[in-house]
C-alpha cells in the first residue's frame, strides 16, 4: 500500500460512538452543525511495516472514530451527537464541523507530509437499516463555503427515512499548510440510484452516529522525518482591524528602513 493510498484512506475499516441529541438547523437543506473543540480532536499514529521506505500514518478525527491501518487501534474524536431530522422534508443533508466561533483550525503540515479529509457521516437509527443508493454526483464537500474536488465511495437514503450515508474522500492530497472554521458534507437526493424521484417516508427520526461514522484528517509522511507530532490546533480568528493594523505597522516598519537605508 502506498503513501498515496494512505492518504486517500481506501478500503480501510472504522468504529463509532453517540451522545446527547441537538436539532438540526434551519435553511434552504436539512442542515446540522456539530462544534468540535481542540481537546476533542483525536490523533494517532502507526509505522507502515517493512523495511523498505517504512512511513508514519496519523489521523486526526474530529467526530466519529476511525481504525488506523496495518492493525492500529481505533482514533476517537468528539461523539457524533444524535440528531432529530425528517429527511423526507427535503432533497439535501448538510454535515458540517465546526470550529468554536470566534476560532478556527490550524493544520500545519509537516514537510514533506501528505494528508487529505477522509468522511463516513452515517447516521441512521438504532436499527441501522440499509440505504437506497442515490447517483455518485450527489456528494459533495466544502472547505469555508468553497467547494472541492472528492471522490465518493457510498451515499444513499433509506426510504423510510432511518439513515442516510455519505461516504466520500478528497481527491488531491494536501501538501502546505493551511486554516479553515469549518468543513461541510453534503448530500443531494432527489432521485434513487435509477433516475427515479426518490420518496423518503416523512416524520422525525433520531438518527445518531452508526459504528462506522467519523470525520477524518489523514496523514503521511516517511518515517525518516521522525515521530509525528500532533499538527492540528485551534486558534482565534484575527479581527479585521488586528489584520489591518499589522499591515500599517509592516509598512511603517518597512519605509522607516528605507529612509535609514
Not at 436539532?23 to 490523533?43: F, K, N, R
Not at 481527491?171 to 493551511?178: G, I, M
Request: charged share 10%.
Amino acid at each position: 500500500m502506498s503513501i498515496r493510498e494512505i492518504v486517500s484512506g481506501l478500503g480501510l475499516a472504522c468504529v463509532g460512538s453517540v451522545v446527547g441529541a441537538i436539532a438540526p438547523s434551519a435553511g434552504a437543506a436539512i442542515s446540522v452543525v456539530q462544534t468540535v473543540s481542540a481537546a476533542e480532536v483525536g490523533v494517532g499514529s502507526v509505522l507502515s511495516p517493512g523495511p523498505i521506505n517504512p512511513f508514519h500514518v496519523q489521523q486526526h478525527v474530529f467526530v466519529g472514530s476511525r481504525s488506523l491501518p496495518f492493525g492500529g487501534g481505533p482514533v476517537s474524536g468528539a461523539p457524533i451527537v444524535p440528531v432529530a431530522v425528517n429527511l423526507g422534508s427535503d432533497t439535501a443533508f448538510r454535515f458540517t464541523v465546526a470550529a468554536p466561533e470566534g476560532f478556527r483550525y490550524r493544520v500545519n503540515l509537516p514537510a514533506g507530509a501528505e494528508g487529505s479529509f477522509l468522511f463516513n457521516v452515517h447516521l441512521g437509527t438504532n436499527t441501522a437499516p440499509g440505504v437506497t443508493l442515490t447517483p455518485p454526483a450527489s456528494v459533495g464537500f466544502e472547505i469555508d463555503g468553497v467547494a472541492q474536488a472528492v471522490q465518493p465511495q457510498g451515499q444513499g437514503v433509506d426510504p423510510g427515512g432511518q439513515a442516510i450515508l455519505i461516504d466520500g474522500n478528497e481527491t488531491s492530497p494536501r501538501t502546505a499548510p493551511f486554516t479553515f472554521q469549518q468543513l461541510t458534507v453534503t448530500l443531494s437526493y432527489p432521485v434513487d440510484s435509477g433516475g427515479v424521484p426518490l420518496t423518503v417516508t416523512g416524520g422525525t427520526q433520531l438518527l445518531g452516529g452508526l459504528s462506522d461514522a467519523h470525520v477524518t484528517f489523514q496523514s503521511a509522511n516517511l518515517a525518516s522525518a521522525g515521530a509525528p507530532q500532533p499538527f492540528i490546533t485551534v486558534e482565534a480568528v484575527p479581527e479585521p482591524g488586528t489584520v489591518a493594523l499589522i499591515g500599517v505597522a509592516g509598512v511603517a516598519v518597512l519605509a522607516c528602513r528605507r529612509r535609514v537605508a
